[in-house]
Protein backbone atom coordinates (compact mmCIF):
# COMPACT_ATOMS: atom_id res chain seq x y z
CA UNK A 1 0.00 0.00 0.00
CA UNK A 2 1.42 3.50 -1.02
CA UNK A 3 1.22 5.87 2.17
CA UNK A 4 2.60 9.26 2.39
CA UNK A 5 2.57 11.32 5.91
CA UNK A 6 -0.02 13.64 4.07
CA UNK A 7 -2.16 10.79 3.11
CA UNK A 8 -2.20 9.20 6.76
CA UNK A 9 -2.78 12.13 8.23
CA UNK A 10 -6.20 13.10 5.41
CA UNK A 11 -7.07 10.07 5.86
CA UNK A 12 -7.12 10.03 9.77
CA UNK A 13 -9.26 13.05 10.09
CA UNK A 14 -11.37 12.15 7.53
CA UNK A 15 -11.88 9.14 9.02
CA UNK A 16 -12.47 11.17 12.93
CA UNK A 17 -14.96 13.48 10.86
CA UNK A 18 -16.89 11.03 9.64
CA UNK A 19 -17.35 9.16 13.34
CA UNK A 20 -18.68 12.57 14.92
CA UNK A 21 -22.09 11.53 14.00
CA UNK A 22 -22.48 7.41 15.43
CA UNK A 23 -20.30 9.13 18.55
CA UNK A 24 -22.98 11.49 19.51
CA UNK A 25 -26.08 9.30 18.55
CA UNK A 26 -24.40 6.90 20.95
CA UNK A 27 -23.99 9.43 23.34
CA UNK A 28 -27.09 9.96 22.95
CA UNK A 29 -28.31 6.14 23.72
CA UNK A 30 -25.94 5.89 26.49
CA UNK A 31 -28.13 9.22 27.84
CA UNK A 32 -31.46 7.74 27.70
CA UNK A 33 -30.13 4.14 29.21
CA UNK A 34 -30.67 2.10 26.30
CA UNK A 35 -28.68 -0.97 25.78
CA UNK A 36 -26.31 -1.48 23.12
CA UNK A 37 -24.85 -5.27 23.06
CA UNK A 38 -21.31 -5.65 21.57
CA UNK A 39 -22.24 -7.58 18.43
CA UNK A 40 -24.47 -4.48 17.93
CA UNK A 41 -21.47 -2.25 18.29
CA UNK A 42 -19.22 -3.94 16.24
CA UNK A 43 -21.68 -4.68 13.38
CA UNK A 44 -22.45 -0.93 13.49
CA UNK A 45 -18.73 -0.16 12.78
CA UNK A 46 -17.78 -2.60 10.36
CA UNK A 47 -21.31 -1.44 8.60
CA UNK A 48 -19.96 1.94 8.28
CA UNK A 49 -16.13 1.44 7.19
CA UNK A 50 -18.05 -1.20 4.69
CA UNK A 51 -20.28 1.47 3.01
CA UNK A 52 -16.96 3.85 3.06
CA UNK A 53 -15.27 0.88 0.98
CA UNK A 54 -17.92 0.41 -1.24
CA UNK A 55 -18.53 3.66 -2.88
CA UNK A 56 -14.65 4.31 -3.03
CA UNK A 57 -14.91 1.36 -5.31
CA UNK A 58 -17.27 3.25 -7.05
CA UNK A 59 -15.32 5.88 -7.25
CA UNK A 60 -11.87 4.18 -8.42
CA UNK A 61 -14.31 2.39 -11.01
CA UNK A 62 -15.42 6.10 -12.55
CA UNK A 63 -11.63 7.63 -12.28
CA UNK A 64 -10.35 6.74 -15.43
CA UNK A 65 -13.18 7.45 -17.39
CA UNK A 66 -12.40 11.21 -16.30
CA UNK A 67 -9.16 13.63 -16.41
CA UNK A 68 -7.02 13.61 -13.72
CA UNK A 69 -8.82 17.41 -13.05
CA UNK A 70 -12.15 16.28 -12.57
CA UNK A 71 -11.32 13.55 -11.00
CA UNK A 72 -9.47 16.11 -8.30
CA UNK A 73 -12.85 18.30 -8.32
CA UNK A 74 -15.06 15.61 -7.61
CA UNK A 75 -12.80 14.72 -4.44
CA UNK A 76 -13.09 18.83 -3.85
CA UNK A 77 -16.89 18.93 -4.11
CA UNK A 78 -18.19 16.13 -2.31
CA UNK A 79 -16.03 16.94 0.63
CA UNK A 80 -16.95 20.91 0.67
CA UNK A 81 -20.76 20.07 0.11
CA UNK A 82 -20.48 17.11 3.47
CA UNK A 83 -18.59 19.57 5.18
CA UNK A 84 -21.52 22.70 4.53
CA UNK A 85 -23.93 20.26 5.57
CA UNK A 86 -22.53 19.19 8.82
CA UNK A 87 -21.95 22.17 9.94
CA UNK A 88 -25.71 23.30 9.65
CA UNK A 89 -26.37 19.87 10.46
CA UNK A 90 -28.66 20.85 13.35
CA UNK A 91 -30.74 23.02 10.91
CA UNK A 92 -30.87 19.92 8.15
CA UNK A 93 -32.28 17.23 11.06
CA UNK A 94 -34.80 20.37 12.52
CA UNK A 95 -35.95 20.15 9.01
CA UNK A 96 -36.33 16.23 7.97
CA UNK A 97 -38.34 15.64 10.95
CA UNK A 98 -40.70 18.39 10.18
CA UNK A 99 -41.36 17.23 7.12
CA UNK A 100 -45.25 15.56 6.92
CA UNK A 101 -44.24 12.99 4.56
CA UNK A 102 -41.94 10.36 5.71
CA UNK A 103 -38.60 10.69 3.86
CA UNK A 104 -37.89 7.18 4.15
CA UNK A 105 -36.64 5.30 7.24
CA UNK A 106 -32.55 5.98 6.50
CA UNK A 107 -33.32 9.38 6.41
CA UNK A 108 -35.79 9.54 9.03
CA UNK A 109 -33.04 7.54 11.78
CA UNK A 110 -30.72 10.15 10.48
CA UNK A 111 -32.69 12.91 11.70
CA UNK A 112 -32.97 11.03 14.58
CA UNK A 113 -30.87 7.83 15.90
CA UNK A 114 -33.62 7.24 18.73
CA UNK A 115 -36.19 6.31 15.72
CA UNK A 116 -33.11 3.32 15.09
CA UNK A 117 -34.80 1.55 17.98
CA UNK A 118 -37.97 -0.03 16.06
CA UNK A 119 -39.37 -2.15 18.31
CA UNK A 120 -39.31 0.45 21.12
CA UNK A 121 -37.70 -3.02 23.00
CA UNK A 122 -35.00 -0.63 24.49
CA UNK A 123 -31.88 -2.37 23.17
CA UNK A 124 -30.54 -1.56 20.08
CA UNK A 125 -30.37 -5.15 17.91
CA UNK A 126 -27.44 -5.58 15.20
CA UNK A 127 -30.38 -5.34 12.67
CA UNK A 128 -31.56 -2.23 14.42
CA UNK A 129 -27.44 -1.39 14.43
CA UNK A 130 -27.25 -1.70 10.37
CA UNK A 131 -30.16 0.64 10.29
CA UNK A 132 -28.44 3.17 12.49
CA UNK A 133 -25.01 2.67 10.78
CA UNK A 134 -25.88 3.13 7.49
CA UNK A 135 -28.27 6.28 8.39
CA UNK A 136 -24.95 7.75 9.67
CA UNK A 137 -22.92 6.42 7.18
CA UNK A 138 -24.32 8.82 4.00
CA UNK A 139 -21.68 11.32 4.38
CA UNK A 140 -19.19 8.79 4.48
CA UNK A 141 -20.82 7.15 1.61
CA UNK A 142 -20.43 10.73 -0.51
CA UNK A 143 -16.68 10.99 0.74
CA UNK A 144 -15.87 7.46 -0.03
CA UNK A 145 -17.01 7.74 -3.39
CA UNK A 146 -14.92 10.94 -3.79
CA UNK A 147 -11.80 9.89 -1.94
CA UNK A 148 -11.82 6.30 -4.78
CA UNK A 149 -12.22 9.26 -7.79
CA UNK A 150 -9.32 11.51 -6.32
CA UNK A 151 -7.07 8.95 -4.86
CA UNK A 152 -7.02 6.53 -7.89
CA UNK A 153 -4.84 8.67 -10.31
CA UNK A 154 -2.19 9.49 -8.13
CA UNK A 155 -2.19 5.30 -6.79
CA UNK A 156 -1.30 4.24 -10.45
CA UNK A 157 1.07 6.78 -10.54
CA UNK A 158 2.61 6.26 -7.74
CA UNK A 159 2.36 1.88 -9.01
CA UNK A 160 0.05 1.08 -6.23
CA UNK A 161 -3.55 -0.30 -6.81
CA UNK A 162 -6.16 2.25 -6.88
CA UNK A 163 -8.36 0.83 -4.04
CA UNK A 164 -5.10 0.13 -1.85
CA UNK A 165 -4.85 4.36 -1.78
CA UNK A 166 -6.72 6.91 0.05
CA UNK A 167 -10.11 4.44 0.44
CA UNK A 168 -8.44 1.52 1.96
CA UNK A 169 -6.53 3.02 4.72
CA UNK A 170 -9.45 6.16 5.65
CA UNK A 171 -11.71 2.45 5.26
CA UNK A 172 -9.21 0.96 8.49
CA UNK A 173 -8.89 3.94 10.27
CA UNK A 174 -12.94 4.49 10.22
CA UNK A 175 -13.49 1.09 11.56
CA UNK A 176 -11.43 1.72 14.85
CA UNK A 177 -12.54 5.00 15.25
CA UNK A 178 -16.21 4.27 14.58
CA UNK A 179 -15.58 1.68 17.54
CA UNK A 180 -13.70 4.23 19.62
CA UNK A 181 -16.36 6.78 19.52
CA UNK A 182 -19.28 3.63 19.87
CA UNK A 183 -18.20 2.84 23.28
CA UNK A 184 -16.58 6.88 23.83
CA UNK A 185 -20.10 8.05 23.13
CA UNK A 186 -22.10 5.71 25.18
CA UNK A 187 -20.07 5.65 28.17
CA UNK A 188 -20.27 10.04 28.03
CA UNK A 189 -23.74 9.59 27.46
CA UNK A 190 -24.28 7.29 31.06
CA UNK A 191 -22.71 9.94 32.52
CA UNK A 192 -24.80 12.44 31.33
CA UNK A 193 -27.82 10.75 32.33
CA UNK A 194 -30.93 13.24 32.76
CA UNK A 195 -29.39 15.49 29.85
CA UNK A 196 -29.49 15.29 26.30
CA UNK A 197 -26.74 14.01 25.73
CA UNK A 198 -26.57 13.97 22.60
CA UNK A 199 -27.27 17.87 21.83
CA UNK A 200 -24.91 18.61 24.85
CA UNK A 201 -21.43 17.32 22.83
CA UNK A 202 -22.94 17.75 19.40
CA UNK A 203 -19.83 17.94 17.12
CA UNK A 204 -20.46 18.68 14.16
CA UNK A 205 -19.64 21.96 13.33
CA UNK A 206 -16.43 21.23 13.90
CA UNK A 207 -16.74 18.19 11.90
CA UNK A 208 -17.71 20.04 9.09
CA UNK A 209 -14.55 22.69 9.80
CA UNK A 210 -12.34 19.95 9.13
CA UNK A 211 -14.60 18.19 5.92
CA UNK A 212 -13.81 22.05 4.64
CA UNK A 213 -10.53 21.98 5.59
CA UNK A 214 -9.60 18.62 4.16
CA UNK A 215 -11.51 19.89 0.96
CA UNK A 216 -9.62 22.78 0.07
CA UNK A 217 -5.92 20.52 1.31
CA UNK A 218 -7.22 17.97 -1.91
CA UNK A 219 -6.78 20.93 -3.95
CA UNK A 220 -3.17 21.89 -3.12
Known amino acids: MFITYRSFIESALLALSLSADIFVAFAAYGGTGMRVPRRTALSSALICSGIFIAFGLIGTLVCPA ?39 KIIEVYADPQKADLDLGGELSPREGALLAAAMSLDGAAAGFGTGAAACKSAAVAGAPALCGGVMLTAVLSFFFCITAIALGFLLGQKLKGTRAGAVIDMSAAAGLTLLALAFWRLA
Do not use: Y
Not at 74 to 99: H, N
Open 66 to 104: VPAGVSKAIGFFTLFVIGLMRIFDSSVKAFIRKLKRRPG
